[in-house]
Protein backbone atom coordinates (compact mmCIF):
# COMPACT_ATOMS: atom_id res chain seq x y z
CA UNK A 1 0.00 0.00 0.00
CA UNK A 2 1.66 3.28 -0.73
CA UNK A 3 2.32 5.67 1.52
CA UNK A 4 0.99 9.31 1.91
CA UNK A 5 2.45 12.67 3.01
CA UNK A 6 0.68 15.49 3.10
CA UNK A 7 1.31 19.43 5.32
CA UNK A 8 -0.05 18.92 8.72
CA UNK A 9 -2.60 22.06 8.46
CA UNK A 10 -2.68 25.04 6.34
CA UNK A 11 -4.89 28.16 6.81
CA UNK A 12 -6.45 30.66 4.59
CA UNK A 13 -8.93 33.15 4.34
CA UNK A 14 -12.52 33.24 2.90
CA UNK A 15 -12.68 33.57 -0.89
CA UNK A 16 -9.42 32.09 -1.41
CA UNK A 17 -8.20 29.41 -3.22
CA UNK A 18 -6.51 26.44 -1.52
CA UNK A 19 -4.39 23.78 -3.21
CA UNK A 20 -3.76 21.12 -1.02
CA UNK A 21 -0.34 18.66 -2.38
CA UNK A 22 0.48 15.12 -1.61
CA UNK A 23 3.45 13.32 -2.16
CA UNK A 24 2.67 9.45 -3.38
CA UNK A 25 6.29 8.40 -4.46
CA UNK A 26 5.51 4.13 -4.56
CA UNK A 27 2.33 4.82 -6.27
CA UNK A 28 1.41 1.56 -7.88
CA UNK A 29 0.53 1.70 -11.54
CA UNK A 30 -3.18 0.27 -10.68
CA UNK A 31 -3.49 2.84 -7.61
CA UNK A 32 -6.62 5.57 -7.42
CA UNK A 33 -5.74 8.53 -5.64
CA UNK A 34 -8.69 9.59 -3.80
CA UNK A 35 -9.57 12.43 -1.05
CA UNK A 36 -12.27 12.53 1.55
CA UNK A 37 -13.25 15.77 3.84
CA UNK A 38 -13.48 15.35 7.57
CA UNK A 39 -15.79 17.52 10.07
CA UNK A 40 -15.54 17.53 13.49
CA UNK A 41 -17.47 14.83 14.98
CA UNK A 42 -18.69 13.34 11.68
CA UNK A 43 -17.08 10.82 9.62
CA UNK A 44 -14.78 11.28 6.46
CA UNK A 45 -16.81 12.28 3.41
CA UNK A 46 -15.80 11.22 -0.08
CA UNK A 47 -14.84 14.38 -1.90
CA UNK A 48 -13.10 13.63 -5.47
CA UNK A 49 -10.80 10.35 -7.14
CA UNK A 50 -8.89 10.77 -10.55
CA UNK A 51 -6.17 8.43 -12.04
CA UNK A 52 -4.04 11.10 -13.77
CA UNK A 53 -4.58 14.22 -15.22
CA UNK A 54 -7.05 16.72 -13.83
CA UNK A 55 -10.46 16.01 -12.46
CA UNK A 56 -13.14 18.29 -12.01
CA UNK A 57 -16.61 18.43 -10.13
CA UNK A 58 -18.68 20.88 -8.03
CA UNK A 59 -16.93 20.57 -5.29
CA UNK A 60 -13.18 20.22 -5.91
CA UNK A 61 -10.30 19.89 -8.62
CA UNK A 62 -7.71 16.66 -8.30
CA UNK A 63 -4.54 17.65 -10.22
CA UNK A 64 -2.22 14.80 -11.15
CA UNK A 65 1.08 15.48 -12.95
CA UNK A 66 2.02 12.68 -15.44
CA UNK A 67 4.52 11.04 -13.24
CA UNK A 68 1.86 10.40 -10.16
CA UNK A 69 4.24 10.98 -7.50
CA UNK A 70 1.65 13.54 -6.55
CA UNK A 71 -1.41 15.25 -6.79
CA UNK A 72 -2.94 18.63 -5.63
CA UNK A 73 -6.31 19.26 -4.44
CA UNK A 74 -7.65 22.45 -4.97
CA UNK A 75 -10.80 24.43 -3.27
CA UNK A 76 -11.97 27.42 -5.10
CA UNK A 77 -12.77 30.19 -3.73
CA UNK A 78 -13.02 28.74 0.07
CA UNK A 79 -15.53 29.52 3.07
CA UNK A 80 -15.69 29.05 6.62
CA UNK A 81 -17.69 25.71 6.18
CA UNK A 82 -14.92 24.25 4.39
CA UNK A 83 -12.51 24.08 7.44
CA UNK A 84 -12.23 20.41 7.74
CA UNK A 85 -9.51 17.44 7.61
CA UNK A 86 -8.54 16.14 4.41
CA UNK A 87 -7.19 13.19 3.81
CA UNK A 88 -4.87 11.90 0.55
CA UNK A 89 -5.38 7.89 0.23
CA UNK A 90 -3.85 5.71 -2.40
CA UNK A 91 -4.69 2.51 -3.34
CA UNK A 92 -6.34 -0.08 -5.78
CA UNK A 93 -9.70 -2.20 -5.34
CA UNK A 94 -8.08 -5.65 -3.95
CA UNK A 95 -11.70 -6.54 -2.52
CA UNK A 96 -12.06 -4.86 0.21
CA UNK A 97 -8.45 -4.04 1.94
CA UNK A 98 -7.08 -1.08 0.16
CA UNK A 99 -5.81 1.98 1.66
CA UNK A 100 -4.69 3.62 4.56
CA UNK A 101 -5.79 7.38 6.37
CA UNK A 102 -2.78 9.12 7.16
CA UNK A 103 -3.37 12.43 9.76
CA UNK A 104 -4.56 14.15 6.57
CA UNK A 105 -4.37 18.02 6.70
CA UNK A 106 -5.90 20.25 8.90
CA UNK A 107 -7.24 23.24 6.36
CA UNK A 108 -8.53 26.31 9.15
CA UNK A 109 -10.32 28.99 7.14
CA UNK A 110 -10.13 32.62 8.76
CA UNK A 111 -13.08 35.44 8.06
CA UNK B 1 -31.95 6.24 2.06
CA UNK B 2 -30.29 6.26 5.79
CA UNK B 3 -26.69 5.15 3.74
CA UNK B 4 -25.00 3.48 6.93
CA UNK B 5 -25.75 3.78 10.95
CA UNK B 6 -24.20 2.82 13.92
CA UNK B 7 -25.15 2.57 17.42
CA UNK B 8 -24.82 3.84 20.38
CA UNK B 9 -23.81 6.82 19.27
CA UNK B 10 -21.55 7.19 22.40
CA UNK B 11 -21.04 5.11 25.45
CA UNK B 12 -18.93 4.63 28.65
CA UNK B 13 -17.61 1.16 29.71
CA UNK B 14 -15.71 0.02 32.39
CA UNK B 15 -12.21 -1.71 31.98
CA UNK B 16 -13.23 -5.77 30.91
CA UNK B 17 -16.68 -5.17 30.30
CA UNK B 18 -17.45 -6.70 27.19
CA UNK B 19 -19.46 -4.48 24.40
CA UNK B 20 -20.90 -4.61 20.90
CA UNK B 21 -20.59 -1.84 18.69
CA UNK B 22 -23.46 -2.03 15.59
CA UNK B 23 -23.11 -1.26 12.08
CA UNK B 24 -25.69 -1.39 9.49
CA UNK B 25 -25.89 -0.51 5.62
CA UNK B 26 -28.66 -0.48 3.27
CA UNK B 27 -26.79 0.60 0.11
CA UNK B 28 -26.22 -3.55 -0.77
CA UNK B 29 -22.20 -2.59 -0.43
CA UNK B 30 -19.98 -5.65 -0.54
CA UNK B 31 -17.09 -4.44 1.71
CA UNK B 32 -17.39 -3.40 5.10
CA UNK B 33 -14.66 -1.84 7.70
CA UNK B 34 -13.84 -0.44 11.07
CA UNK B 35 -12.12 2.34 11.66
CA UNK B 36 -10.56 3.91 15.17
CA UNK B 37 -9.60 7.72 14.97
CA UNK B 38 -8.36 8.96 18.19
CA UNK B 39 -7.73 12.32 19.32
CA UNK B 40 -5.96 14.90 16.66
CA UNK B 41 -4.92 11.21 14.20
CA UNK B 42 -6.08 10.07 11.50
CA UNK B 43 -8.06 6.84 11.02
CA UNK B 44 -6.78 3.44 11.86
CA UNK B 45 -8.34 0.12 10.23
CA UNK B 46 -9.65 -2.24 12.59
CA UNK B 47 -11.11 -5.30 11.05
CA UNK B 48 -12.45 -4.87 7.29
CA UNK B 49 -14.98 -7.38 5.55
CA UNK B 50 -14.89 -7.96 1.41
CA UNK B 51 -17.96 -9.81 1.14
CA UNK B 52 -20.66 -11.36 3.79
CA UNK B 53 -19.33 -14.39 5.24
CA UNK B 54 -15.53 -12.81 4.98
CA UNK B 55 -13.29 -11.00 7.48
CA UNK B 56 -9.85 -9.81 7.31
CA UNK B 57 -7.86 -7.94 9.59
CA UNK B 58 -6.93 -4.22 9.16
CA UNK B 59 -3.56 -2.16 10.87
CA UNK B 60 -4.80 -2.95 14.96
CA UNK B 61 -7.37 -5.69 14.96
CA UNK B 62 -6.34 -6.73 19.00
CA UNK B 63 -8.53 -6.88 20.90
CA UNK B 64 -11.86 -6.25 18.49
CA UNK B 65 -13.11 -9.37 16.61
CA UNK B 66 -15.68 -8.96 13.98
CA UNK B 67 -18.35 -10.99 12.07
CA UNK B 68 -20.26 -10.18 8.76
CA UNK B 69 -23.46 -12.91 8.83
CA UNK B 70 -25.24 -11.17 6.15
CA UNK B 71 -24.46 -7.75 3.68
CA UNK B 72 -25.99 -5.60 5.83
CA UNK B 73 -24.73 -6.12 9.57
CA UNK B 74 -21.29 -5.74 10.50
CA UNK B 75 -20.78 -5.73 14.18
CA UNK B 76 -17.50 -5.05 16.15
CA UNK B 77 -16.66 -6.63 19.52
CA UNK B 78 -14.60 -5.73 22.33
CA UNK B 79 -14.74 -8.93 24.66
CA UNK B 80 -12.78 -7.40 27.56
CA UNK B 81 -11.74 -3.89 27.01
CA UNK B 82 -9.13 -1.68 28.08
CA UNK B 83 -8.42 2.25 28.22
CA UNK B 84 -6.44 2.22 25.52
CA UNK B 85 -9.33 1.28 23.61
CA UNK B 86 -11.24 4.73 23.96
CA UNK B 87 -11.68 6.02 20.88
CA UNK B 88 -14.01 7.03 18.24
CA UNK B 89 -15.32 4.17 15.81
CA UNK B 90 -16.01 4.99 12.18
CA UNK B 91 -17.82 1.59 10.55
CA UNK B 92 -17.28 2.49 6.66
CA UNK B 93 -18.86 0.52 3.52
CA UNK B 94 -18.08 0.38 0.01
CA UNK B 95 -18.89 -1.05 -2.79
CA UNK B 96 -15.83 -3.18 -3.26
CA UNK B 97 -15.90 -4.08 -7.00
CA UNK B 98 -14.35 -2.32 -9.80
CA UNK B 99 -11.03 -0.05 -10.35
CA UNK B 100 -11.89 2.77 -7.84
CA UNK B 101 -13.54 2.29 -5.03
CA UNK B 102 -15.30 5.05 -2.90
CA UNK B 103 -16.00 4.68 1.02
CA UNK B 104 -19.14 5.83 3.32
CA UNK B 105 -18.64 6.02 6.91
CA UNK B 106 -21.32 6.07 9.37
CA UNK B 107 -21.60 8.94 12.33
CA UNK B 108 -19.35 7.17 14.52
CA UNK B 109 -19.49 6.39 18.28
CA UNK B 110 -17.11 7.66 20.94
CA UNK B 111 -16.32 5.00 22.83
CA UNK B 112 -14.83 5.75 26.40
CA UNK B 113 -13.15 2.82 29.02
CA UNK B 114 -12.61 3.68 32.32
Known amino acids: LAKTTQPISMDSYEGQEVNITCSHNNIATNDYITWYQQFPSQGPRFIIQ???TKVTNEVASLFIPADRKSSTLSLPRVSLSDTAVYYCLVGFNTGGFKTIFGAGTRLFVKA | TAGITQAPTSQILAAGRSMTLRCTQD?????MYWYRQDLGLGLRLIHY???????GKGEVPDGYSVSRANTDDFPLTLASAVPSQTSVYFC?????????????FGPGTRLTVL
Open chain 1, 50 to 52: GYK
Open chain 2, 27 to 31: MRHNA
Open chain 2, 92 to 104: ASSDGTGDADTQY
Open chain 2, 49 to 55: SNTAGTT
